[in-house]
């Protein structure tokens, strides 16, 4: 049973990104960093608001794609601008309620489960060897007692290392009484959550600390960061696979997206990327290849192949130099230097090199279907839509333009023509 709500701030503009891009959408592994909080917090609440402020309509609109079970509300930034602000207004179901960063896509919600003390405010710490830059917690006989700011502490307290991690639970009851009592006297003028947590020590309130990993925590500002970050959330990617008994080769090499599946005794080469919503099953993905949104299935891919989305492939070879896109081929071999898009390829067929589906005619897309045991020669071509049956041999050079009858040869090569001594008869015209 859940026994909180969850609000995730994700207003802020995050103007040190130097982007158009509204912070919380830049991406890791991916996924905009927003989907990670969201994604989290929905393992422990059934109560999920989201605060935005700039550019909120395409950050919903986005998260809405991955999300339908969550609230969005519109900080009143004119007003009540700051993060005691865009808590206002928001009515949690539960009685207590955890106050999330849109800007920490490092946060697991193994995490944030331990935030489950009794006491009216839990707020997260970190334990580091230098403070610098953050704001120091002050801990007395296992309670919060002060937090400040570092250009407000004194000499004692820049000297001690429990810095503020940003994250809060309250019991709602206390929220909801003290957010009318926050005010903007302060440089910023803005309303700050961190001003409840000195309205609870005065008021007698229990405050409790918990220290956190500073790595669960880390908050994204700038791309330096964003990138650092990414590092981080793909090594989680791939030790959970490798854990799984997938093998990986040099796995600081390769980068694989959130959302991808790699399952049974798959081997995975450096430098790949595998990207989207694609799906590996038994199968090896060789060097430098790229895969996208699509299906593998005890299969061998590359080196250096792009399977674009769309893409299933089902026990088959695809070599060096080879592109697939919405391709299903089934126990087909394509061993290098090949196009197959928008096409259909059964058991037993060798695609020779050079092979090229022709399946765009400037406005539509079209399809070729070839059956099994089809024998392609290389440097084909079918101009879609071909439907080629069963038992046919393309002859090397072909165009196909229509469609092939089984246990046919079909071949448009030009008859040989030989001229006996032209190369010395060419050459001396030209003197």
Do not use: W
């Amino acid at each position: 049973m859940f026994n909180k709500s969850i609000i995730v701030l994700a207003a802020g503009a995050g103007t040190r990104m130097k982007s158009d891009t509204p912070k919380v959408l830049h991406r890791i592994s991916g996924k905009p960093m927003l989907y990670y909080s969201i994604k989290e917090a929905l393992k422990l609440s059934d109560d999920i608001t989201v605060v935005l402020f700039h550019q909120a309509s395409r950050v919903q609109a986005e998260m809405e794609k991955y999300f339908s079970n969550i609230n969005f509300v519109i900080q009143d930034h004119i007003n009540f601008p700051g993060t005691g602000g865009a808590v206002m207004g928001i009515l949690p179901k539960y009685e207590k309620v955890l106050v999330l960063n849109g800007d920490m896509p490092l946060i697991q919600a193994s995490e944030l489960e331990k935030f489950d003390i009794n006491a009216t405010i839990v707020m997260s710490v970190l334990e580091l060897q230098s403070a610098d830059g953050y704001g120091r917690v002050i801990i007395e006989n296992g309670n919060v007692k002060k937090i400040v700011e570092q250009k407000d502490a004194n000499e004692d307290e820049l000297k001690v290392t429990t810095a503020n991690a940003g994250i809060y639970q309250f019991e709602t009851k206390f929220l909801l009484e003290n957010l009318a009592k926050l005010n903007n006297n302060n440089a910023q003028k803005e309303y700050y959550i961190t001003d409840l947590v000195e309205m609870a020590i005065k008021e007698g309130k229990t405050l409790k600390p918990l220290v956190v990993n500073e790595e669960n925590f880390k908050g994204v500002n700038s791309k330096v960061e964003l990138a650092d970050a990414e590092v981080i959330h793909q090594n989680r990617i791939k030790k959970d696979f490798m854990k799984e008994g997938v093998i990986m080769r040099l796995p600081d090499t390769i980068y694989i997206e959130e959302g991808v599946e790699i399952l049974g005794e798959s081997i995975i080469e450096n430098g790949v990327s595998i990207l989207g919503n694609s799906k590996i099953i038994n199968s090896h993905i060789k060097t430098n290849s790229v895969v996208e949104d699509s299906i593998i299935k005890d299969s061998d891919v590359g080196p250096m192949a792009r399977i674009r989305p769309g893409s299933e492939l089902n026990k088959t070879h695809i070599g060096n130099f080879v592109e697939t896109k919405k391709a299903i081929l089934n126990g087909v071999k394509a061993g290098h230097l090949s196009y197959l898009g928008d096409c259909t390829i059964d058991e037993g067929t060798n695609i020779g090199c050079g092979t090229i589906t022709c399946n765009y005619d400037g406005v539509n897309k079209h399809q070729t279907i070839i059956g099994k045991n089809v024998f392609v020669g290389s440097d084909t071509q079918f101009v879609a839509p071909v439907n080629i049956e069963d038992d046919v041999l393309i002859g090397a050079g072909s165009t196909v333009t229509g469609n092939v009858k089984k246990g046919e040869l079909y071949l448009t090569r030009a008859k040989a023509k030989v001229i006996d001594g032209y190369f010395y008869k060419h050459f001396s015209s030209k003197k």
